[in-house]
């Protein structure tokens, strides 16, 4: 079975600085990973995923995440956050076949100005 | 192309009604998964269709169901509400890739029971 960490609950960062939301998977077979934001009485939107190929995956808004299989990590950073991107954040794995996403706990990521 | 759809956006029920949201996906895309998001749960799966056949369900009881129809829309039922059914649903759908099918969300629907 699958499962997914995202190890901070909350993270404060003020404008312009540097943010990485980590998150760590479970999993026995080859995963794909994604990370969705979710904004204020909205659904979800999907930052960036990976799928295959290079680890490094660049997304919208300037967000990117690097898939490191040894460390069973997939974290988001982004080296300037705007107030824009206050959003709760969410790390998500899927397999082939089972027609489904795990989802984290969710990262609510606060920008201060 | 339009995103993916849900009505109502907001429901207010009473324990022990029934509930039935509506999901329309993408244009073109064939399988509409459900899922449930609360603040002591998080986001759960409920259960995924594709062609009208639910290929996988989460650990829901039996109270929770679903289909879909031809079009690919999909609707599910909540029979006999409880209070901690109290949420946001939303639906998702995805174009099939044969392996990793990347899932678009719709809004949501916030249901409230009293």
């Known amino acids: 079975a699958q499962s997914v960490t995202q190890l901070d609950s909350q993270v404060p960062v003020f404008e312009e600085a540097p943010v990485e939301l980590r998150c760590n998977y479970s999993?026995?077979?080859?995963?794909?990973l994604f990370w969705y934001v979710q904004y204020p009485n909205q659904g979800l939107q999907l930052l960036l995923k990976y799928l295959s190929g290079s680890t490094l995956v660049k997304g919208i808004n300037g967000f990117e995440a690097e898939f490191n299989k040894s460390q069973t990590s997939f974290h988001l950073r982004k080296p300037s956050v705007h107030i824009s991107d206050t959003a709760e954040y969410f790390c998500a794995v899927s397999t082939s076949g089972t027609y489904k996403y795990i989802f984290g706990t969710g990262t609510r990521l606060k920008v201060l100005a | 192309k339009a995103g993916v759809t849900q009505t109502p956006r907001y429901l207010i029920k009473t324990r022990g009604q029934q509930v039935t949201l509506s999901c329309s996906p993408i244009?073109?895309?064939?399988?509409v998964s459900w899922y449930q998001q609360t603040p002591g749960q998080g986001l759960q799966f409920l259960f995924e269709?594709?062609?009208?056949?639910?290929?996988n369900k989460g650990n829901f009881p039996g109270r929770f169901s679903g289909r879909q129809f031809s079009n690919s829309r999909s609707e599910m039922n909540v029979s006999t509400l409880e209070l901690g059914d109290s949420a946001l649903y939303l639906c998702?759908?995805?174009?099939?890739?044969?392996?990793?099918?990347?899932?678009?969300f719709g809004p949501g629907t916030r249901l409230l029971v009293l």
């Open positions: 244009s073109g895309h064939r399988s």
């Open positions: 999993s026995s077979v080859s995963v794909y």
């Open positions: 269709y594709f062609s009208e056949t639910q290929r």
């Open positions: 998702a759908s995805s174009a099939p890739t044969g392996g990793a099918e990347t899932q678009y």
